[in-house]
C-alpha cells in the first residue's frame, strides 16, 4: 500500500452525497492511516469486484470525507491548546479544553454545508498520521463518535458535528494516547490528527439506526478451531453497530473456508448463552443526557426482542428449541432467537460469503500481507433487493512467522510460573523481570474501577522506566462492564509485553481472549495468556509474592525477579507457558 | 451641508437605470427604486460644553424595506449631503438583496465633525439623533449600525436612548455591539473573511489552486487584515500590503516577496492601520510608494482601502500576470478602468458581492440580539461562509449564463430581488 498523497483525493464540493465523489478531503495536510486504508479498499473493490461479478450486490465504501492534519495543527495553534500536550491536566478538564476552541474559519463552511444537506447519522473517526506512519493500530487510543445527524435544526446538527470532531482531537491529548505513543517510541509532537466524517450504513428502525450486520474479516486467524487453519483467515460478526466487535463483545466467528462448521459449543444451551443478545445502535431520540465528552452520548443498546419488531433477524438469527435442546435455523418458528447468521451463511441465498472471501483475498493479494478490515451489511428485506457491504476501514495485520514450539515435560518443570492452553501471539520473549499482578487475595469485581486506576500509574512509571512488564489480572481485560473484567483502556496497560488473563472463583467469567486489544496485542506482538483458576497447573502465587517488592498498592503488586522470565507462546498449536528460571 | 460636482445619488441612479432596463423593469418598479421610499433631515440642538447650543443637521434615508426592515449605517461627517446618504442607502438595499438577507436599505448621518467634539457632546449627538427618529427606528423598522466615524461606543449611547425612550431592553435595534453587550462574536473579521471566501470560490472556477497564487493587497486596516490573513491560511502569498502614513500624509507600500507576515506587521502598525516604515525596513520589507501595489507582479490584487483607486490613468501599471481583482473596499474601480480589466480578461468580484459579508455577519448580530442568544464564532463564520459562497455562484452563474460581468451580473440579481419583493407586496 503506497502512501497516500492529497492531492489524488478530491476536495469536498459541499455536495457530501450527491457530488459524485464518494470520497473527498477537506482542509491541507495529511489524510492519516484510516483514510489511507480507505483509499485502498476502495480502489481494491473497484479492481477485484467489479461491477457484475455478484449480481444484485453493491459493494462499496461510505460515502466519507476526511479533514486533513493541517485542521488539526491550524486548531490546536489558533487556540493555544499545544501546551496540554504536555501539562498534568486531566483528560476530561482536556476535552472540555478542546470544546471550547473554535474550528479554523477555513472549514466551518464546509462543515456547515455537509450537515445542511446530510439528515442522517455520521461516523466520525481519528485517522492519525502515525497511525498510517507504523501500521500501528489506535485502537481504544483514539476516540470515535457517532452522531445522529437528524435533529431538525441545521444549527444543532452543526454544533454537534463540532463537538464530535473537537473530542476526537481532545484523545490525541489525552493520557492514553501519550502513554501510548511512549510505547511506539514517539512523541506526541510527531502526531497529528485527521478526522474522518462518514455516512454511517444502515437503516432507521424507529429510534435505532443500525446495520443489520457489521464484521470484521481477518485474513489470519490466530483462534483457529476444529478444521480450520490459521491461513483460511476468520469472520466474526455481529448485529448492529461494529462497536460490539471492536470492544471485544460476544460476537459470531466463523471461518471463511468452512462457513457452516457447527459452533465450538457443547449443547445448544451453551450456544444460547454464548451468543450475541444486546447490540448497538446510533440513538434517535432524544440522547439521556447532553455530554460531549462521552463517546456514546448517542449510542443505545437494545436487546434482540427490539431487533424482531425492527425485522432485522431474517437473515441472521435461528430460534432455540427448549424442549429438543436445540437450535432451529430462522425465525420461523416461537422461540428465544439466537444469532447464528446460519440463514446468511448457509443457506447461500445471498452471495455474502462469497463477496467477503473474495474482499479478503484480493486485499491481501493487494497488500501483500495478512489485511483485517471491518464492513457493515444491509440485508435484503424482500425477494430481489441488494445487498449492499460497505467497508469502514482496513489495515495489515501483524503475524510473527517464529517458530515456538512447547514440550510437555517443559511444563512440568518446576520454573513454571504459569501455562495457558488459550493464547494470543506467536514467539519467544526473555527480557522481562517486571510483574505487575492484581492481589488475588483482595480481588473483588467492585473494585475494578479503582484496579483500572491503579494500572494505568503503574504503567506510566513502567513507561518512564523503559521496563516492560508481565501483567496479571482477574476477568476479561478491557472489559466495558467492570462486573466482568478490569476495564481499562490499551494506553493503560500498554507497556506490558505480556498479558495474562486469569479467572477466580469470584470472577468466574468467559475470558476476551484479548479480544478488546486484539489489534495492539497482534501489532506490538504482545504475548497474551489465559489462565483458568479451575484447570492445573494454575499461577505459582507462592513464588510472585517472593519476589522483590517494588511498590504495593490497594489492589496491585509491582514485583521484579533477580532474572529475566522466560515466555513462549506457539500460536499455532494455541500454547503457552512462562517460566521463571 | 457642502454641495459638490459629484453627486454620488445621481451616479447611483444612473447605475439603477442601466440594470432597470436589462431587466426590463416596468415603469412603477423604476420610479419606486429609483428613489427613497422615506428621507428623515432634522434639527439636532445640543448643549456644548460651554453651555452654547449649537445645531446639528441630521439624517436618515431608508431607501427600501421590501426585503426587510431596513438596515444601514450613521456617518459622522462635516462634509455630509443628504444626496450621499440616498446614494449609499440604495448601495444597502442591493448589498443586502446580493447577499440574500432579509433585510432593506437605509443610510444616516450627521453633519459633524467628531474631531472638535468631546465624548460629552458626541453622546449628546448620538442621543438626539434617537429622539428624533426613534419612531422609525426598531429591530423591525430600521436597524442603525456604526460608519465613517461612529464606533461601538456610539453605537450603545444610541441604543440606551431608544431603550430608555421605549422601557425595554431591545439590543437588536443596534449592530455593531461590543462583544458581550449585544454584539456578535466573528464581527470582526467578517467583511475580510468575506472577501475571502469570495476569492476562494472565484479561484476555483478559474480552476487555480490557492496555494499556487500571489496577492497584493491595498490597506492594511480591519478589512485588509482578515483578508491577508485567511488568504494566506488557505495557502496564498500575500507578497505586498500598503497603508496610509498619518505623519507623511502619503501612503506607502510594504513588499516582502516570500510572504507578509500580519502579525509582524500588526506589532508596527498603529490603531488607524499605518504600519512604521522604518520598523517594517527592520523586519525586512521593503518600503515602496503607495501606489506601487497596483503594480505587482501578482495573480490577485485586494483593493481594500478607499474607493477610486483603479482608474482609467492607472489601469495600465496593472500586471499582466493579474486574473482577479476582489473589491474588499467600497467604488474602488472606476468604470473605464472596469471596462479595461474586462478587455484584459481579469475577473473581478465587484465591491458589493466581495464586502458584504460585515453586512451578513451585523444581520446575524441583530438575529442573536433579537434571541438574546449568542453563537460561538464557529458558528458565525461558518454560516457567514456559506451565505458568502451561495452569492457569490449566483452571481457567477448568471454572468456566465448571460455573458456579462460580474458587477453587471451582481445588480441584476440585486435589483430584481428587491423588485421581486415590492411587487410580491403588491407595491407595483
Known amino acids: 500500500m503506497t502512501k497516500l498523497s492529497p492531492d489524488e483525493v478530491p476536495r469536498f464540493t459541499r455536495e457530501f452525497f450527491g457530488g459524485g465523489e464518494c470520497f473527498s478531503r477537506i482542509g491541507e495536510g495529511e489524510l492519516g492511516g484510516k483514510a489511507r486504508g480507505l483509499v485502498f479498499i476502495k480502489n481494491t473493490i473497484e479492481s477485484e469486484i467489479a461491477a457484475g461479478r455478484f449480481p444484485g450486490v453493491t459493494v462499496d465504501i461510505p460515502t466519507t470525507t476526511v479533514i486533513a492534519t493541517g485542521v488539526f495543527d491550524a486548531f490546536v495553534e489558533r487556540n493555544g491548546l499545544a501546551a496540554l500536550a504536555t501539562s498534568d491536566t486531566p483528560d476530561d478538564r482536556i476535552a472540555l479544553a478542546f470544546q471550547a476552541g473554535e474550528m479554523p474559519v477555513e472549514v466551518v463552511g464546509d462543515l456547515r454545508a455537509l450537515v445542511e444537506q446530510v439528515h442522517t447519522p455520521l461516523a466520525v473517526r481519528s485517522s492519525s498520521l502515525l497511525e498510517d506512519a507504523m501500521f500501528r493500530p489506535f485502537a481504544g487510543v483514539y476516540q470515535t463518535k457517532m452522531i445522529p445527524n437528524n435533529q431538525p435544526d441545521p444549527n444543532v446538527r452543526f454544533r454537534r458535528l463540532l463537538e464530535a470532531i473537537k473530542f476526537v482531537y481532545a484523545s490525541v491529548y489525552s493520557r492514553r494516547a501519550r502513554s501510548y505513543l511512549r510505547t511506539c517510541d514517539r512523541s506526541i509532537a510527531d502526531e497529528k490528527m485527521a478526522v474522518i466524517i462518514q455516512e454511517v450504513v444502515g437503516e432507521r428502525h424507529d429510534r435505532r439506526f443500525y446495520p443489520d450486520l457489521s464484521g470484521v474479516g481477518r485474513s489470519y486467524n490466530f483462534y483457529p478451531t476444529g478444521g480450520a487453519t490459521p491461513d483460511e483467515g476468520v469472520v466474526n460478526l455481529a448485529l448492529g453497530l461494529g462497536k460490539t466487535i471492536v470492544d471485544g463483545g460476544v460476537t459470531w466467528s466463523y471461518s471463511p473456508a468452512h462457513p457452516g462448521a457447527p459452533p465450538p459449543f457443547g449443547s445448544a444451551s451453551d450456544l444460547l448463552r454464548n451468543t450475541q443478545s444486546e447490540f448497538w445502535a446510533v440513538n434517535m431520540g432524544d440522547a439521556p443526557e447532553y455530554d460531549p465528552v462521552a463517546e456514546t452520548e448517542y449510542l443505545v443498546k437494545s436487546d434482540l426482542h427490539a431487533a424482531e419488531m425492527d425485522d432485522t433477524l431474517r437473515w441472521t438469527a435461528s430460534t432455540y428449541d427448549g424442549q429438543r435442546d436445540r437450535v432451529v435455523m430462522g425465525t420461523g418458528v416461537d422461540g428465544p432467537r439466537v444469532l447464528t447468521f446460519a440463514p446468511l451463511l448457509e443457506m447461500h441465498d445471498l452471495p455474502f460469503q462469497d463477496v467477503v472471501s473474495a474482499l479478503l483475498d484480493a486485499s491481501g493479494r493487494a497488500f501483500g500481507a495478512a489485511v483485517e478490515f471491518e464492513f457493515a451489511a444491509l440485508l435484503p428485506r424482500e425477494r430481489g433487493a441488494p445487498l449492499r457491504i460497505a467497508f469502514l476501514q482496513v489495515r495489515p495485520m501483524v503475524v510473527s512467522e517464529a517458530e515456538v514450539s512447547i514440550e510437555d515435560d517443559e511444563l512440568a518443570s518446576p520454573a513454571l510460573l504459569l501455562a495457558s492452553d488459550r493464547v494470543m501471539g506467536n514467539g519467544a520473549d526473555d527480557t522481562i523481570r517486571d510483574v505487575v499482578f492484581v492481589r488475588p487475595e483482595r480481588f473483588e469485581a467492585r473494585d475494578t474501577r479503582a484496579i483500572a486506576g491503579e494500572l494505568e500509574r503503574l504503567n506510566l512509571r513502567l513507561l518512564d522506566e523503559g521496563r516492560r512488564y508481565l501483567l496479571i489480572g482477574f476477568g476479561r481485560w478491557g472489559s466495558s462492564d467492570p462486573w466482568l473484567g478490569i476495564p481499562v483502556a490499551w494506553g493503560d496497560i500498554c507497556g506490558a509485553g505480556a498479558i495474562v488473563e486469569a479467572t477466580l472463583p469470584s470472577m468466574n467469567v468467559e475470558l476476551s481472549q484479548g479480544s478488546h486489544f486484539f489489534h495492539n496485542i497482534t501489532s506490538f506482538q504482545v504475548s497474551y495468556l489465559a489462565v483458568r483458576h479451575d484447570r492445573q497447573p494454575n499461577i505459582d502465587w507462592d513464588w510472585l509474592r517472593a519476589q522483590t517488592l517494588v511498590e504495593e498498592t490497594e489492589h496491585v503488586c509491582h514485583v521484579r525477579s533477580a532474572s529475566p522470565l522466560r515466555i513462549k507462546v506457539d500460536g499455532r498449536s494455541g500454547r503457552g507457558a512462562i517460566w521463571h528460571a | ?428
Open chain 2, 1 to 428: 451641508m457642502t454641495s459638490k460636482s459629484f453627486n454620488p445619488f445621481e451616479m447611483a441612479q444612473s447605475q439603477f437605470d442601466s440594470v432597470a432596463r436589462s431587466l426590463e423593469l416596468d415603469e412603477g418598479t423604476r420610479q419606486l427604486l429609483r428613489h427613497p421610499l422615506r428621507e428623515f433631515s432634522f434639527a439636532i440642538p445640543v448643549r456644548m460644553d460651554d453651555g452654547k447650543v449649537q445645531v446639528f443637521r441630521g439624517f436618515r434615508v431608508q431607501h427600501n424595506d421590501a426585503r426587510g426592515p431596513c438596515k444601514g449605517g450613521i456617518r459622522f461627517h462635516p462634509l455630509e449631503t443628504l444626496d450621499t446618504v440616498r446614494a449609499l442607502s440604495m448601495w444597502m438595499t442591493w448589498k443586502c438583496a446580493i447577499a440574500d438577507i432579509p433585510l432593506g436599505g437605509a443610510k444616516g448621518g450627521v453633519v459633524c465633525d467628531p474631531h472638535n467634539l468631546s465624548m460629552r457632546e458626541q453622546e449628546l449627538v448620538c442621543r438626539g439623533w434617537v429622539r428624533q427618529l426613534a419612531k422609525n427606528l426598531g429591530p423591525t423598522v430600521d436597524i442603525p449600525a456604526p460608519d465613517v466615524m461612529t464606533s461601538a461606543q456610539h453605537m450603545l449611547w444610541i441604543l440606551d436612548e431608544f431603550e430608555a425612550i421605549y422601557g425595554e431592553r431591545l439590543p437588536g435595534t443596534i449592530t455593531g455591539k461590543p462583544v458581550g453587550m449585544g454584539g456578535s462574536l466573528g464581527r470582526t473579521e467578517a467583511t475580510g473573511f468575506g472577501v475571502v471566501f469570495t476569492l476562494r470560490e472565484a479561484l476555483n472556477q478559474l480552476g487555480i489552486r490557492v496555494k499556487d497564487t500571489t496577492a497584493s493587497v491595498q490597506g492594511f486596516g480591519n478589512v485588509a487584515q482578515y483578508a491577508v490573513r485567511l488568504y494566506q491560511q488557505i495557502g496564498g502569498t500575500v507578497t505586498c500590503v500598503s497603508s496610509w502614513d498619518q505623519q507623511d500624509q502619503t501612503s506607502y507600500a510594504f513588499r516582502k516577496r516570500d510572504g507578509v507576515d500580519v502579525d509582524q506587521l500588526l506589532a508596527v502598525t498603529d490603531r488607524f492601520g499605518g504600519i512604521d516604515k522604518g520598523r517594517a525596513k527592520e523586519l525586512g520589507y521593503e518600503v515602496l510608494p503607495g501606489d506601487e501595489w497596483l503594480a505587482q507582479p501578482v495573480d490577485i490584487l485586494i483593493p481594500a482601502a478607499m474607493e477610486n483607486q483603479i482608474t482609467g490613468d492607472n489601469v495600465g501599471r496593472i500586471s499582466t500576470q493579474v486574473k482577479v481583482i476582489a473589491e474588499g473596499a467600497n467604488g474602488p474601480t472606476a468604470p473605464e478602468a472596469d471596462a479595461a480589466l474586462a478587455r484584459a480578461n481579469v475577473f473581478l468580484i465587484p465591491d458589493f458581492l466581495a464586502n458584504a459579508g460585515g453586512v451578513v455577519c451585523s444581520y446575524f448580530e441583530q438575529v442573536q440580539s433579537n434571541m438574546n442568544y449568542f453563537w460561538a464564532k464557529d458558528d458565525v463564520l461558518g454560516r457567514l461562509d456559506l451565505k458568502m459562497t451561495s452569492a457569490f455562484v449566483a452571481v457567477s452563474d448568471l454572468a456566465t449564463r448571460r455573458k456579462i460581468s460580474m458587477r453587471d451580473a451582481a445588480y441584476m440579481i440585486a435589483i430584481d430581488r428587491v423588485a421581486k419583493a415590492c411587487r410580491d407586496r403588491g407595491w407595483v
